[in-house]
């Protein structure tokens, strides 16, 4: 297990972690922060869950729309792990769910339909070499443009969301393309000033409030997260009022 999936799971996520107002205080001490530049043709954006994309990078992903950029969103996991042992909605039908959910996320963000790659939620560490492989073949639709891509962490303390920034760093290094990586559960574990975060590679995307708006109607879309399925334990929310309140932020952070 990585440092960062040990301090992950050392977190449950009923824990509230750090409040917002300090994470605010603190960020806004450490400025100004330079900006992402998203400069590329095409910039392939990588999830590891059907959320996190909008979650980490609606904002930066707008930004790039609006500059021109072509955007195409990839998950890679079903997301059928969300509610493991719900009484509720087998694995499958919450898979079909929330690949709803993420059509109607996009839609609102003005985003192509999502590329959904079907690999088993929860285990994409066992499927790094694969997940390289359908990257790189989307990548090469794109042969003639330069293309970037934007991934959820690798050290973002989730397994699959390090499988999947990983995965973009091999291929980054391999291509010679540009690789941005979006943090998502960091903010739930980790701490302002924390040693184990490369705070000087993050870059801060600022979101205005139509922008915001946007985000908040494009993350209201992922009801089976944001919502218990039902009063079972296993049926409870995904996203806490917490989790929330950092991916809600008026600006977006990733580490260049
Ligand atoms: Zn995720």
Not at 4 to 11: E, G, L, N, P, Y
Not at 74 to 95: K, N, R, Y
Not at 166 to 186: D, L
Not at 232 to 252: G, I, K, N, T
Request: proline share 9%; charged share 20%.
């Amino acid at each position: 297990m990585s440092v960062s999936a040990a301090r992950f799971a050392a977190v449950p996520p009923s824990d509230t972690g750090t409040a917002e107002p300090e994470w605010a205080k603190w960020l806004d001490r450490q400025g100004p922060w330079a900006r992402p530049r998203f400069d590329v043709e095409v910039l392939v954006v990588l999830a590891a869950h059907p959320d996190d994309e909008v979650l980490g990078a609606s904002g930066m992903m707008s930004a790039a729309i609006a500059a021109g950029v072509h955007v195409v969103t990839v998950c890679l996991s079903d997301g059928a792990g969300s509610h493991p042992g719900s009484p509720t909605m087998s694995p499958p039908q919450l898979a079909a769910r929330r690949h709803l959910e993420l059509d109607a996320a996009a839609a609102i963000l003005g985003l192509d339909p999502p590329r959904w790659c079907g690999l088993p939620d929860g285990g994409l560490d066992n499927r790094e070499p694969e997940m390289v492989g359908i990257v790189g073949s989307l990548l090469d639709e794109y042969r003639s443009n330069r293309v970037g891509l934007l991934s959820v962490w690798a050290h973002d303390g989730h397994p699959d969301h390090e499988a999947v920034g990983r995965c973009a760093q091999a291929i980054g290094t391999e291509r010679g393309i540009p690789v941005w990586m979006y943090p998502v559960w960091m903010w739930h574990w980790a701490r302002p000033g924390d040693p184990s975060i490369p705070w000087h590679r993050l870059r801060a995307h600022p979101l205005d409030e139509g922008v915001l708006e946007v985000k908040r109607a494009a993350v209201r879309a992922f009801e089976s997260q944001l919502r218990p399925l039902s009063d079972a334990a296993e049926d409870r929310a995904v996203l806490s009022a917490h989790m929330l309140s950092h991916l809600l932020r008026d600006r977006e952070f990733v580490f260049e």
